[in-house]
């Protein structure tokens, strides 16, 4: 007789800027979650940009203990974890498993060189995963498809390289690398150490998945080559998938997808991309604040109310997103142009939002050109879908309909579906995605929009044409 019992899954969420834990039943629905932020990145010298003390398996643990209290059901009906964490992070272990230096991550610019052996109680080389997967389990394994970056990983076959020219040159001899498993095979059991600093269950089986960008996609149903997904989040770009390792491509890079010997297409995007509405609606200060209490409103829900009531474009103000200079142009700073008397900070908000929806467009569309392929469709996700002006501006925009992420955390449904698929709750990826992740709100194109848009992105594509030089005269004053 079929047990008539529920099922649970825990998605562990680690993300650039706080750790999300959700509980999940086996329709994907959220039924308890806890959230804990990431303390501020230590900076101690140029360069190095480190993850202070504990902090990723800290907040997993606070945000675990939240997601756990919340639980209103029986903890013997939770089945399994599944566990994501950033990625290009890299994490120095000694012999029992416990750092040896700070976590290095993403924007430190070691990830992106070879492994230097200098401190002799290293013992292993890993990402920010296969050490919360030690922390959780006690085991040295990893999934594979977080090794994107200075590490020697055939690609194709998604094992360790056996060739030792490739070992050379990442610099990690083979015996500092963790064992490799595919997404949605079992990592190991929560140990009670675990247990006691998470909340979760000890004994329950941890399954692999990938690297979160990857795991997000998983999350919102990403699954066929003629869609899009913007992923709104620190770092906001465009991501496609499909089956070949393509290599040597300019206008996108391949990662590894959630799904097994599947690969992730991403676009160039905005560093410090949400972060810079985050920046503008702080800057506000309390006028802003008072105005939104007085409304009966959030902030942002204020600012998005008075978004929507601002034309497209702005009324010909318009915003470049180098808020974060890229390595190979310091000396560019983020610019606001086309001001006049009709503009107010609703205009400059609404601005923002439509410089993220241009340039995601703009590297989407060379994305496309290169795979040879065109989307019909676009999946927005992350904090930023929550807002419907951005919703509709990314379908006015990319001129086709876009559709809002449900889960509030993909990320942490992704890994739920990897861990449903991982424990035989569901037989394949397709069919846990069919059953787990359920559409949200579908915002159609404005004809008119998009033709404002258009011609928009005509200037657009040429502003730092313009103001590289005058950056260039200011940076030899200013930095």
Not at 359 to 387: F, N, P, Q, W
Not at 426 to 451: K, S
Request: charged share 20%; net charge negative; glycine share 12%.
């Amino acid at each position: 007789m079929t047990s008539t019992r529920p099922r649970y899954f825990i998605g562990i969420d680690n993300g650039s800027q706080s750790s999300k834990v959700t509980v999940f039943d086996d329709r994907g629905r959220a039924v308890s979650e806890g959230r804990a932020a990431l303390r501020p990145y230590d900076t101690p010298r140029p360069g190095v940009v480190e993850h202070p003390g504990d902090d990723l398996w800290t907040s997993i643990g606070d945000a675990s203990r939240s997601a756990m209290a919340a639980f209103g059901g029986d903890p013997a009906d939770i089945v399994g974890v599944g566990l994501c964490t950033i990625r290009f992070c890299r994490a120095v272990l000694k012999a029992d498993g416990s750092l040896a230096q700070p976590v290095m991550s993403w924007m430190d610019e070691r990830v992106g060189l070879p492994y230097a052996h200098t401190d002799p109680e290293a013992a292993y080389v890993t990402t920010s995963s296969g050490y919360i997967t030690h922390r959780m389990t006690g085991g040295f394994r990893d999934t594979a498809a977080n090794y994107a970056g200075m590490w020697p990983l055939d690609p194709d076959t998604w094992r360790w390289s056996e060739k030792e020219s490739v070992l050379a040159e990442s610099g990690i001899p083979r015996e500092m690398l963790f064992d490799l498993v595919l997404p949605g095979e079992v990592l190991g059991q929560v140990t009670p150490a675990a247990a006691l600093h998470t909340g979760i269950p000890a004994g329950l089986p941890v399954v692999a998945t990938a690297n979160d960008k990857a795991v997000e996609a998983l999350g919102c149903g990403l699954r066929t080559p003629d869609t899009l997904l913007v992923s709104l989040g620190t770092y906001v770009a465009g991501m496609a998938t499909g089956p070949r390792n393509i290599d040597g491509a300019t206008s996108f890079w391949t990662n590894y997808a959630c799904m097994p010997h599947a690969y992730l297409y991403e676009s160039g995007g905005v560093r410090r991309g949400m972060w810079t509405v985050s920046w503008y609606r702080d800057l506000l200060g309390e006028e802003a604040a008072k105005a939104a209490r007085e409304a009966g409103l959030s902030i942002e829900d204020h600012l998005n109310s008075e978004a929507s009531r601002v034309p497209p474009g702005s009324d010909g103000l318009m915003t470049v997103l180098d808020w974060l200079a890229p390595g190979d142009a310091p000396y560019r700073k983020g610019t606001l142009l086309g001001f006049d008397g009709r503009h107010g900070r609703s205009h400059i908000y609404r601005s923002i939002l439509e410089a993220l929806a241009m340039t995601v467009h703009d590297a989407a569309d060379r994305m496309a050109g290169e795979l040879g392929t065109k989307y019909t469709e676009l999946i927005v996700s992350g904090g930023g879908s929550r807002s419907d002006p951005m919703m509709r501006i990314h379908a006015d925009v990319h001129g086709v309909p876009a559709r809002r992420a449900e889960a509030s955390s993909a990320a942490g449904l992704g890994s739920a579906i990897c861990a449903a698929v991982g424990l035989g709750v569901y037989p394949g990826f397709d069919e846990a995605v069919d059953a787990m992740v359920r559409p949200g709100e579908v915002f159609l194109p404005d004809r008119e929009a998009h033709q404002v848009y258009r011609r928009m992105e005509q200037v657009y594509r040429d502003v730092r044409e313009h103001t590289d030089a005058l950056y260039r005269r200011t940076y030899d004053i200013f930095g």
